[in-house]
């Protein structure tokens, strides 16, 4: 009977905390649809706003679980990026039901005035282009958004929002859902609720600690994130596929197109019309982001090539 009731105890210790594959999934929104670049739509203080750069930080994540305990996963950070479906491993953790997740947007303070050459090229605090990080004495962009507003949608819009004492966190209840034997954690964010009370008449550029970027975090602490309201798929494989980007805007306009990459790339990439004549060649040494040389109207092949893969795109290029 002891080894029975002891084997009965140990069955019920394991069961308890069984490893999970669990993910952080984030919904990249505007104005309530699924988030799309140069897309324009209407504030609460009545201004329209179309965005081309939405990019952020999300670390000092905690995931809360069976009641009340919490696992921290302070070492991990992320950098969201719009133009792609965000999906991060958060490793196999002992838990069995979620209550819910904590972070927050920005770098802690110790990791915000580190250096950023230290980190491996594939790190999200490593460099990246466009930049996120302003210097080692101001730290990291929590967030950058750029963008343009007005009624002809041709006055600037560029928040650079940072600084130690804008580290706001937030919580999120969910339980998650497990799809073929993953528990993700699906967030919705929603963009256009980040600019509530923040005037951009007449454009708005602020890049620091105070006026706009203190509002516009304070909007992603309160406004921006909620428990996923979308049907949950099965983990992805390709997101971070090597081969994995888009070309903004398309169409585009002479010398004003350029490409998004999901992650750090190196590899090439050709620009060919459609006599196969190459236009524009590049080498990738872990960039995010490229902006492309074509300099006529015509309709053109983007090719990226990295680490034996391919991918090939349409772009049509307008006067």
């Known amino acids: 009977m002891k080894k ?3 084997a009965t105890l140990l069955i019920g210790t394991v069961s308890a905390t069984a490893q999970k594959d669990v993910y ?29 750069r939405m990019e952020y930080y999300i670390s000092g994540i905690t995931v809360y679980h069976d009641g009340g305990q919490e696992i921290d996963l302070h070492s991990q950070y992320i950098l969201a990026n ?15 039901t979620v209550d819910s997740i904590r972070f927050a947007v920005g770098v802690d303070q110790n990791a915000n005035h580190a250096d950023p050459s230290t980190y491996n090229a594939s790190h999200p605090l490593a460099p990246k282009s466009p930049s996120m990080h ?18 002809d949608m041709n006055d600037p819009v560029e928040v650079h929002a940072l600084g130690d004492v804008n580290y706001f966190t937030q919580t999120v209840e969910t339980s998650g859902t497990e799809v073929f034997g993953a528990l993700i954690l699906q967030i919705d964010a929603d963009y256009l609720n ?7 008449n007449g454009g708005l550029i602020n890049h620091g600690e105070t006026g706009a970027s203190i509002t516009l975090l304070e909007n992603f602490r309160d406004d921006v994130f909620t428990e996923s309201q979308q049907s949950v798929q099965p983990v992805s494989v390709e997101e971070h596929s090597p081969a994995s980007f888009q070309i903004q805007p398309n169409p585009a306009t002479v010398n004003n197109a350029r490409i998004q ?4 790339t190196h590899g090439t990439v050709r ?35 990295s680490q034996g893969a391919s991918k090939a795109l349409r772009l049509v290029v307008q006067e």
């Not at 991060?88 to 002992?94: D, E, F, K, R």
């Open 4 to 6: 029975l009731l002891l």
């Open 24 to 52: 952080l999934r984030i919904m990249h929104q505007w104005d309530g649809q699924s988030f799309a670049f140069n897309t324009a739509a209407t504030t609460s203080e009545g201004e329209d706003v179309q965005l081309n």
């Open 82 to 96: 719009a133009a792609f479906e965000t999906q991060v491993s958060l490793g196999s953790l002992s838990l069995t």
């Open 134 to 151: 302003w210097g080692w004495t101001a730290g990291y962009r929590f967030v950058a958004v750029e963008g343009v507003t007005g009624s």
């Open 194 to 200: 980040a600019f509530d009370g923040i005037s951009m």
């Open 261 to 264: 990459f999901a992650q750090p």
């Open 271 to 305: 620009v060919m019309d459609l006599t196969g004549r190459i236009v524009d060649h590049q080498e990738l040494r872990g960039e995010n982001q490229l902006s492309l040389n074509i300099e006529n109207a015509g309709v053109y092949l983007v090719e990226l090539r």
